[in-house]
């Protein structure tokens, strides 16, 4: 009878990588992304320089368009120079807040990006984690810093004379459409950080792109005063619709369902097919 040649078991591959979202649950999920934000919410407190562009972006913008171009915005002479500025205050602020949305959810590309680049990611991937609790729990940290600079934004406008006229309830639900507008945005962005090689080129495209939303919009001027060829674009443009239904909100100027409906249908459609093309260029990138 021949031996028997003793046999040994393969090696198993280690159990401890990422899982996919998909094949645990809720809680555990819950439970990850939370673990995640707490991290991410300590290394802030360990830089507080992380905040300063939540702080003085929105201090820098108003002060720097109220009082440089504000008085000059309604014409006629210097002697109706303030009261142009203050009719321009109540234009201006509630069109920062939809711009904030854009400009705040532009580092966050540049941020993962440099993660990935650092090794970090490579570090999520060996835990036994939900892999889009990592882009969950950066969103979720991202838009406590967007609703900060609309708090810091806010309070200045009120200290350069913006009037809402007792609108408080209609302020927070401006705030919080653009927070929903901003959350869409992080997704955009969080995409772009994981597709490019560089953050340099992540920061260089991000400003390509904002740059012809922000000022192609109707947050600083009225789109009637454009081209027709660029009232178009105004028109299409979906940070056009939310400074539209921030000041019909705030400002009880014009229309405020046909504004508030396309933010919202904006918002929802960036999510719906950003989102899950973002968590899956996280798998494979990880």
């Known amino acids: 009878m021949a031996p028997q040649t003793p046999t040994t078991a393969a090696p198993q591959r280690s159990r401890a990588r990422g899982n996919d979202g998909g094949r645990i649950g809720l809680r555990a999920n ?24 939540s702080l003085m972006i929105p201090i820098v913008f108003t002060l720097l368009f109220v009082y ?22 109540n234009y201006l602020v509630p069109g920062i807040m939809a711009m904030m949305s854009l400009t705040m959810a532009m580092s966050v590309g540049t941020g993962i990006n440099e993660d990935s680049r650092k090794g970090i990611m490579d570090r999520f991937r060996a835990m036994p984690i939900a892999r889009a609790s990592v882009l969950v729990a950066k969103c979720l940290v991202e838009m406590c810093r967007l609703l900060l600079s609309l708090v810091v934004l806010v309070i200045v406008g009120f200290l350069v004379g913006m009037d809402i006229e007792g609108r408080w309830m209609e302020l927070g639900a401006a705030m ?14 969080m995409l772009m950080g994981l597709t490019m090689r560089t953050a340099q080129a992540v920061q260089g495209v991000s400003f390509l792109v904002t740059t012809p939303l922000q000022f192609g919009s109707s ?29 019909a909100l705030t400002m009880g100027t014009g229309e405020v369902a046909n504004p508030v409906m396309w933010a919202v249908i904006w918002s929802v459609g960036i999510i719906a097919v950003i989102m899950p093309l973002a968590i899956v260029r996280f798998r494979k990138r990880t």
Request: glycine share 8%.
């Open 219 to 247: 947050v600083f001027v009225p789109t009637d005063t454009m081209p027709a060829w660029m009232e178009t674009f105004t028109k299409f443009n979906p940070l056009t619709h939310v400074a539209d239904a921030n000041r």
């Open 176 to 189: 919080g459409l653009t927070l929903f507008f901003g959350t869409s945005l992080l997704w955009v962005f």
């Open 68 to 89: 440089v171009f504000g008085g000059a915005m309604g014409g006629g002479s210097p002697e109706s120079a303030s009261e142009n500025r203050d009719a321009y205050t």
């Open 30 to 53: 819950l439970r990850h992304t939370g673990a995640l934000a707490r991290r991410n919410a300590v290394q802030i407190k360990q830089h507080p320089e992380l905040m300063m562009d």
